[in-house]
């Protein structure tokens, strides 16, 4: 099955695989790369939520686990025999768990290092060669705040945020002599799936919110618009990049609490 691309927007013509498309930041950059004119392999371990592809123009499912080899191999295959190419590779898919250093299963914190950082390593060995078959492409990677400072009861995320940030530099050197950039964007508090959980803990909720610079949560699309910037050719200059999308969060030593917005 072959589909055309559109002929007009900042992503006609190219083409994009993204994870953990079923939801929250991963749904919002595919859903705004297709609003942009691109066509869309959209990854998800879960094929229910990929259900909003259904009807949508120039996206393909594919419910996968990202953490498999041959998974990523495949997602390739899918956008090269489905679109006739490969230009951008979102590697987003992630999962967070909480418990402390002591009592935290560490099958958890291994299943964590599949998911957070072997996925992205495996979709970068992946996609390398078709993207250099087009002369070159963006790959753009999620990580965290967390993954730049340590969160109480977060190690296994916190560890495994850090570790891409750097997977990614090293990367981006291998592979920017044949312009193919790497780049990493850190979301802070983001409304999402993964957050649904401490959005209904107000005092959490709350605390997070109030240590922003902005004094607010992100939006999935305010996120995805990062990323669809990273994965144009308007960022042609930007590779090895980490690049905060998390309200200045992490502008904050944490000491003293920003001014509140006024009413
Ligand atoms: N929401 C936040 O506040 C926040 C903050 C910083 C970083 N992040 C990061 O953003 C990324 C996206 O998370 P989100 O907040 O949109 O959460 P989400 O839970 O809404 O979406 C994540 C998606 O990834 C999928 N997924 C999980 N494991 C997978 C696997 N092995 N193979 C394929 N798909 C898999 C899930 O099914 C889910 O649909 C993650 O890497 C997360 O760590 C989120």
């Keep these: 099955m072959t589909q055309e691309p559109l002929s007009s927007g900042r992503h006609a013509g190219r ?32 094929d229910d939520r990929l259900g909003w592809c259904r009807g949508t123009e120039r996206v393909v499912p594919a419910s996968v686990d990202v953490a498999d080899a041959g998974a990523n191999d495949a997602l390739v295959s899918l956008a090269v025999d489905t679109f006739g190419g490969l230009d951008a590779v979102v590697l987003n898919a992630g999962i967070a768990m909480s418990g402390s250093i002591e009592t935290l299963p560490i099958e958890e914190f291994e299943r964590a290092v599949d998911v957070n950082v072997k996925a992205v390593a495996l979709g ?92 607010q949560w992100a939006t999935a699309d305010e996120v995805a618009a990062v990323f669809g910037f990273l994965v144009s050719a308007e960022s042609g200059a930007v590779t090895g990049a980490v690049i905060n999308a998390d309200g200045g969060i992490s502008a904050n030593t944490g000491q003293f609490l920003p001014p509140e917005r006024s009413a």
């Design 124 to 215: 970068i060995r992946a996609s390398a060669p078709a993207l250099r078959e087009r002369g070159g492409g963006s790959i753009a990677i999620t990580a965290s705040t967390s993954g730049q400072r340590g969160d109480p009861g977060m190690w296994a995320y916190n560890a495994t945020k850090a570790a891409v940030i750097n997977l990614a530099r090293s990367a981006a050197l291998d592979l920017g002599a044949e312009d193919i950039r790497v780049n990493v964007v850190c979301p802070g508090p983001t409304h999402t799936g993964m957050t649904e959980r401490l959005q209904e803990l107000p005092a959490a909720y709350e605390a997070l919110r109030r240590r922003t610079a902005r004094q």
């Design 15 to 46: 083409v994009a695989i993204v994870t953990g498309a079923g939801s929250g930041i991963g749904r919002a950059v595919a859903e705004l790369l297709l609003r942009e004119g691109g066509t869309v392999v959209a990854a998800d371990l879960s």
